[in-house]
């Protein structure tokens, strides 16, 4: 399969760069994944879309100020590095710009020095291993060194950075935001749960699987980086109650999905479990424990609008971008919302 086969042309124009005022103020895009009917409404309305019993999951990953700005001990030259997954102590996996000017042994100083770091190895696509030096705590100093480590699209200074975290954001992990999650309100949720939604929480950090761009030119060919997950025993229980008893699972966001899916294929049914994923989810895929999915708008050839694509079949969602378009929706990470659904409900 080609990766010419999930491009698109997308105005610069409709690449959201702040979000809105209100959460859920938000378009959205509501596919039918049976019959390919293509609705339109607002996020605010999500409740209509649910019923008592189904189950929604949430990631309640936090977003760590991951980008760090800093100099080579060696010349004075900036460095930015972007913080993705912690190893052993003090090691973390990050990618470093300039990356051909880090190299093994380079010292890293940040701030007024309270930070240094060392790099100790070389991964690929400007990946660098670190060894952070520091006395203290390591994430206090990074509450006060770090930013918000925005994807590169977004080129305006986000002025309330609470705004790229959700708002049951919980355990300290992520490069990235699950953004999906963003639309969701405090009100939103107890409207759901209102219903008798029950409402599920797994963790996904989101690290280099969101970053790391698609190089290759069959989709078969690409390799997805891990990424660290985590389910508890009473999410597990509760998803394996909603599966006997034929009730719908929606996951929120493909971070949400692909934990999900990375444990039905692995045990056959939901689990108390953690561990590491790098599943490539692509057309063609078996999904086992989602049946909907809300999401965003995603960057033309990348993994996210494959996984979309596996879920509610390849022409039914390049038909949905490009109505998408039309309609003027806001894309990528503070854009607009899809959800993918099971057979339409009226509103």
Request: glycine letters at 8%; a negative charge.
């Amino acid at each position: 399969m080609k990766m010419d086969a999930f491009d698109f042309e997308l105005p610069e124009s409709l690449i959201a760069q702040r979000p809105l005022p209100n959460r859920d103020a938000a378009r959205m895009l509501v596919l039918d994944r049976e019959s390919g009917d293509i609705d339109h409404q607002r996020f605010s309305d999500i409740g209509s879309f649910f019923q008592a019993g189904d189950c929604l999951v949430l990631n309640d990953t936090r977003v760590l100020p991951a980008r760090l700005f800093g100099e080579k001990k060696e010349t004075g030259a900036n460095v930015e590095v972007l913080l993705l997954n912690e190893g052993n102590a003090d090691e973390w996996e990050t990618l470093v710009k300039p990356a051909k000017k880090v190299k093994v042994g380079t010292e890293i100083i940040f701030g007024d020095g309270r930070l240094t770091a060392v790099c100790i190895g070389l991964n690929e696509h400007g990946g660098r291993l670190l060894r952070f030096h520091y006395n203290g705590f390591f994430m206090e100093i990074l509450d006060a060194l770090g930013t918000m480590p925005l994807p590169p699209y977004i080129t305006e200074q986000l002025e309330e950075p609470e705004r790229y975290q959700t708002v049951y954001a919980n355990k300290q992990g992520s490069a990235a935001a699950p953004t999906a999650g963003l639309h969701f309100t405090e009100e939103r949720l107890d409207e759901l749960r209102a219903i008798g939604v029950e409402i599920c929480y797994i963790t996904l950090h989101v690290g280099l699987g969101t970053f790391r761009p698609v190089s290759v030119e069959r989709v078969e060919d690409h390799e997805m980086h891990a990424e660290h997950y985590e389910v508890s025993a009473e999410t597990a229980v509760t998803l394996n109650e909603a599966k006997k008893a034929g009730r719908e699972i929606i996951a929120c966001g493909t971070t949400s999905a692909r934990t999900l899916e990375t444990i039905m294929h692995t045990y056959g049914e939901f689990k108390k479990t953690s561990g590491w994923t790098d599943i490539f989810i692509y057309p063609g895929f078996d999904f086992r424990g989602v049946d909907g999915l809300i999401t965003n708008f995603h960057l033309p050839k990348s993994t996210l609008i494959m996984l979309v694509s596996a879920f509610a079949g390849k022409e039914a969602i390049m038909r949905a971008y490009r109505e998408a378009i039309a309609e003027q929706y806001r894309f990528f990470s503070f854009g607009d919302a899809m959800y993918i659904r099971k057979g339409a409900i009226s509103v």
